[in-house]
């Protein structure tokens, strides 16, 4: 008899917690939230390095950084730039006019140091101050290195991001390679790679492997993550347009699966 008094109670803590090793609705939904995030914060440090890329490789330091001043002031007029050697302060939103690139509207500061500038390698140094697109901030810094042949770029980072609208922060680290989609640059960039950071659970590790992103969108549109959580799960994410505002996330572990859609502001939801 009191074995059976004991059932209910049992049943309860399955339902509440999940089956050992059984993926949660809960915890997938964790996975998603956590990564969209981290996925924003890249994305904006994406944008925000890509628009200091426009100069000629070879030549000295100090006119490659002369070349991406005079590149960020015709995209945006909104920054104030003090440009010191080979270093760039910028402002943003500190002068009026135009201050958005590839989806994101800057504020904030950054810094770019051009340290080395020849045809087998380009080493760029990026600081950032509370740079900001409304939707999340980061701070940190980056080393980026490319050369005039590779297609590709190296992206090294440090960096803590703050999603605005409820203070959620991260902290962490990554070491990817970038390069253009088929449609360009412009249309945005595969990434393959590793970030590692601690969130509002614990820490989170993911390997990137061929996934494709758009300069705005909030996760990739194509392609796949694996990704340790702080619950001692393996999880899988699969990741597939469904239309122009909206991407589908499949989380897998081994013994279950859900589907969840991402819109374009962050925002996560079952299918």
């Not at 499949?250 to 589907?259: C, D, H, K, L, Q």
Request: with cysteine; proline share 3%.
């Amino acid at each position: 008899m009191r074995t059976l008094s004991y059932l209910p109670v049992l049943a309860l803590l399955t339902l509440l917690v999940g089956c050992p090793g059984r993926l949660t609705a809960a915890e997938a939904a964790e996975a998603v939230e956590e990564s969209s995030i981290a996925t924003q914060s890249a994305a904006l440090m994406g944008a925000s390095i890509e628009i200091s890329t426009d100069f000629t490789i070879g030549g000295a330091v100090r006119d490659a950084a002369a070349e991406v001043r005079a590149a960020i002031e015709s995209q945006l007029p909104c920054a104030e730039i003090t440009l010191e050697d080979a270093t760039l302060t910028i402002e943003y939103g500190a002068l009026p006019g135009y201050c958005s690139y590839r989806g994101h509207t800057f504020s904030g500061s950054h810094s770019i140091e051009v340290s080395r500038n020849e045809e087998a390698a380009v080493v760029v140094h990026h600081n950032w101050n509370e740079l900001s697109n409304g939707r999340v901030s980061v701070s940190g810094e980056a080393e980026v290195t490319w050369s005039r042949v590779e297609r590709s770029r190296h992206v090294v980072h440090e960096l803590t991001w703050t999603r605005l609208r409820d203070g959620r922060v991260g902290v962490g680290s990554g070491d990817r390679t970038q390069r253009p989609l088929d449609g360009g640059i412009s249309e945005g960039i595969g990434v393959d790679g590793s970030r590692t950071w601690d969130g509002e659970s614990g820490r989170w590790d993911l390997a990137i492997d061929g996934v494709e992103m758009r300069w705005a969108d909030p996760v990739p549109q194509s392609g796949s993550w694996t990704l340790d959580t702080p619950f001692d799960k393996s999880l899988r994410l699969d990741f597939e347009r469904i239309d122009a505002d909206t991407i589908g996330v499949t989380v897998t572990n081994a013994r279950r699966s859900f589907e969840f859609r991402v819109n374009s502001v962050g925002a996560v939801s079952r299918r």
